[in-house]
Each structure stands twice: as structure tokens, then as C-alpha cells.
């Protein structure tokens, strides 16, 4: 299939996600066909909580012609929800559902129908049940991926944490020359395949200013040595260099990725710079997976106040890639 459409998983049902999908597709008009999987019934209750019509337009799996579809309708895939829906806390309720409508997806991407998925927040305490750290892990397992990377991209400066939704006591234990030379191909490949260039990465120390006081200096140790050997592989490398500096304007300017060793290292100042205007890509899968950078916020329900240009960015990037 030439234009193929863009596959929607709605996760967590108590989240803004469906609200952010509403905003995004009266905003803004894609090329590609949007194919929703959701419940009816979940979507409906969203529909008239947020006072948001459109017509919907159900979708056979075993009978459909997908060629047919255009963005005039939601296309949904109905995946039934076994209760009355409505809000609540988030819990352990919903991970059928949400595993359900993961299972879908998969299984359209498998089939070739689809090479392009979107997944609206999830609570990874309650649906990951602590077998996976993030939703990059759970879905490279369901395709067998053993090499993965989870880029937070931004056109101007793309972030990539070499540990994900790790305990900070554990970070030290997983920063080795092999990962780090995984993460940093990933990396690379996926801005030359893409992006169509080679990327300037920056890569951070795991200590304050890359110094420790104990005998055993990561920076030292690990990082500067590999650092050099990814050099000498053609990879456009440099560091390590201080977290508490590599942000300021004058030396973000001189990368397109900065690699740090932990999630909030490099998560944390690229939100503070661009707020929603990032998106969560998996590096590694055979498909191009994307998700809003940001969580479920159920403080937000039902108020229609949320921020959908995440979610615009990361359709708007499957529309053209």
C-alpha cells in the first residue's frame, strides 16, 4: 500500500490522550489515513464530555478494504470494554484493554498493512507490572528487538537517555562501552536513513562536572575511552561534557542529539526548552514508532485544556516519513 495510514493506539482510557487526538485532527489535515483503536463506547463518553463531533466510521479487520480509507471520519477499530466507562483513577483496570488494543496494532504492523504506530499515554506502573522500564522496552520485545533507543526529537536538538525509566542507584551499573556504542548507531542510522544527514552528538559525563570523589571516575574509565573508539568508527562524537553546562544556548547549538546516561539528565532540560514541541521515537524497531512526549495527566480530564502539539508532531512526522 503506497500512502499507508497511521495506526493510533489510544492507551490508558483516563488519560487527555483522546482529547489531544480531538484537537489534532480539527487543527490540522493529514495526508495519511488515521486509524483509531479505541473503544466505542470510551470514545463516545469522550466525545460528549468534550463536546466534539465527528462521524465514525467502524472498521472490520477480517473484511476491510483499507485503501478506501480518508481522514472525513474517525476510523475506528472497536476494541470492547468490558464495564460502563467513566472517569477515574487510573489502576490495574484497564491493562486488558490497553493490552488488547496493543495486540491490534501489532498485528496490522505485522501484516504490512501498516509501518507507522502512535500510542497515547500509558501508566507504566500499573499496565508494565515492573517486567518492562518503558513502553520503548515493552513494544521492541513484542518484535523480538534486542537493540532499541528511546530519542526524544526535536528538529533543532534531539535527546537520548543511554538508561531509560532506571533507579538512579542503578544507572552506574548499566553504563558500559556496549551500550553506549548501541545507542549511539542507533542514533546515527536513524538520522542518515530518515533525516538524511549525519548527526553531531554530544555525549554527557554520568558526574557532576565528569569528576567524582571516589577512586572510580565513570568519565574517566568508561566514557572518555569510548567516546574516542566511537570517534574512530566515523561516528561524529564528542564529550564527555557536564550536564550542568551543555544545555546553555551557545553550546546546544553545536549538536543535533545529546546523549546523557540517565533519563532526567538530558529529559528534563529539552522539556524546560521546548516543552510539547518534542516526540518520543523508539530507534531499532522495523516500523516507526512515536508517542506524545508526555504522560496520561488525569489531573486533566474532562477539561479540555490539554495541549495537543505533542500529538500534532508526532502525526505530522508519520504523515511525511
Known amino acids: 500500500m503506497k500512502n499507508k495510514p497511521i495506526i493510533i493506539v489510544a492507551g490508558e482510557p483516563n488519560s487527555i490522550f483522546l482529547e489531544i ?56 477499530i472497536n476494541v470492547k470494554y468490558n464495564c460502563n466507562f467513566k472517569f477515574e483513577k487510573i489502576s490495574k483496570k484497564t491493562n486488558n484493554y490497553i ?75 548499566k553504563i558500559n562501552k556496549k551500550i553506549i556504542l548501541e545507542k549511539v548507531s542507533l542514533i546515527d542510522n536513524f538520522y542518515q536513513s530518515k533525516l538524511g544527514f549525519k548527526p553531531k552528538i554530544g555525549i554527557l559525563g554520568l558526574n557532576p562536572h565528569c ?4 577512586k572510580y571516575n565513570e568519565d574517566e574509565k568508561i566514557l572518555k575511552p569510548t567516546i574516542t573508539y566511537l570517534s574512530k568508527l566515523g561516528f561524529n562524537t564528542s564529550g ?42 523508539t530507534l531499532g524497531l522495523s516500523f516507526i514508532r512515536v508517542s506524545p512526549d508526555h504522560g496520561p495527566n488525569e489531573k486533566m480530564l474532562g477539561k479540555n485544556l490539554s495541549n495537543p502539539l505533542s500529538l500534532i508532531k508526532a502525526i505530522k512526522f508519520l504523515d511525511k516519513n
Open 211 to 214: 569528576e567524582s570523589i571516589d
Open 240 to 281: 564527555p561534557f557536564p550536564a550542568d553546562t551543555i544545555f546553555l544556548k551557545k553550546n546546544r547549538n553545536n549538536f543535533n542529539v545529546i546523549v546523557g546516561m540517565y533519563h532526567d539528565q538530558v529529559l528534563s532540560p529539552l522539556k524546560t526548552l521546548y516543552e510539547y514541541d518534542a516526540i518520543n521515537i
Open 21 to 76: 487526538f480531538f484537537k489534532s485532527i480539527k487543527i490540522k489535515k493529514y495526508k495519511r489515513p488515521l486509524i483509531l483503536i479505541c473503544s466505542y463506547q470510551i470514545l463516545k463518553f469522550h466525545m460528549k464530555k468534550l463536546n466534539f463531533n465527528k462521524k465514525i466510521k467502524l472498521i472490520d479487520l477480517h473484511n476491510f478494504d483499507f485503501k478506501t480509507l480518508d481522514n472525513n471520519f474517525i476510523n475506528l
Open 99 to 173: 493490552k488488547k488494543s496493543f495486540d491490534i496494532a501489532f498485528k496490522i504492523i505485522k501484516s504490512g498493512i501498516s509501518n507507522k504506530l502512535i500510542n497515547g499515554p500509558i501508566s507504566k506502573k500499573n499496565f508494565l507490572n515492573q517486567k518492562y522500564l518503558g513502553i520503548t522496552e515493552y513494544i521492541a520485545d513484542q518484535f523480538s528487538i534486542k537493540k532499541n533507543a528511546m530519542l526524544i526529537y526535536n528538529q533543532n536538538l534531539s535527546v537520548c537517555p543511554i538508561t531509560t525509566h532506571l533507579p538512579l542507584k542503578s544507572v552506574h551499573k
